[in-house]
T-cell receptor
């Protein structure tokens, strides 16, 4: 079974600085999708960024980028120019590409604090 | 467009009472998921539906939990009888067929069982 591990329960960053959140996963499959979700205090889960495993190029969304290392099964999230609104729980998630309707497997999350 | 709509946002009930949580997925989405979030266990998949049919309910804790999806625009998660250990935030999410399969989440229902 696939698993997703986030080894940092909490992280802290100074406003305007850069922070990297770690995620590793375990799978025997070669085709899959990876996601980072943000959960602010409002509780709603919001998609931050996605990566298709067959793409070598790392995904980027404005200040958010990933470092996808397929061989190492690593999928870290980098947040540049951190803002106070980035403070939230961040969840890494995995989905198999086999079949069209499989569910997402989530890590336990990393709580990010942003200091003014 | 409206997102995934869940109700109630908050529910406080006493042990032994029946609890019903409701979800309206995004129109056109054909898969619906129920997750439970707790501090101890994180986000756990309870059950998911494709085209209104339950596909995987292996995450449903026990017989006290049941879920239905009578049509494409409505689903319920019922707990009967409720217990204090059921206290959690319950999320409903939906997605469309194909693509990367990202989930669109509702705002969650926070359940407290006293």
């Amino acid at each position: 079974a696939q698993t997703v591990t986030q080894s940092q329960p909490e992280m802290s960053v100074q406003e305007a600085e850069t922070v990297t959140l770690s995620c590793t996963y375990d799978t025997s499959e070669s085709d899959y999708y990876l996601f980072w979700y943000k959960q602010p205090p409002s509780r709603q889960m919001i998609l931050v960024i996605r990566q298709e495993a067959y793409k070598q190029q790392n995904a980027t969304e404005n200040r958010f980028s990933v470092n996808f290392q397929k061989a190492a099964k690593s999928f870290s999230l980098k947040i540049s120019d951190s803002q106070l609104g980035d403070a939230a729980m961040y969840f890494c998630a995995y989905r198999s590409a086999r079949g069209s309707q499989g569910n997402l497997i989530f890590g336990k999350g990393t709580k990010l604090s942003v200091k003014p | 467009d409206a997102g995934v709509i869940q109700s109630p946002r908050h529910e406080v009930t006493e042990m032994g009472q029946e609890v019903t949580l409701r979800c309206k997925p995004i129109s056109g989405h054909n898969s619906l998921f129920w997750y439970r979030q707790t501090m101890m266990r994180g986000l756990e998949l309870l059950i998911y539906f494709n085209n209104n049919v339950p596909i995987d309910d292996s995450g449903m804790p026990e017989d006290r939990f049941s879920a239905k999806m009578p049509n494409a625009s409505f689903s319920t998660l019922k707990i009967q009888p409720s217990e204090p250990r059921d206290s959690a935030v319950y999320f409903c999410a939906s997605r469309t067929r194909g693509g990367s399969g990202e989930l669109f989440f509702g705002e969650g229902s926070r359940l407290t069982v006293l």
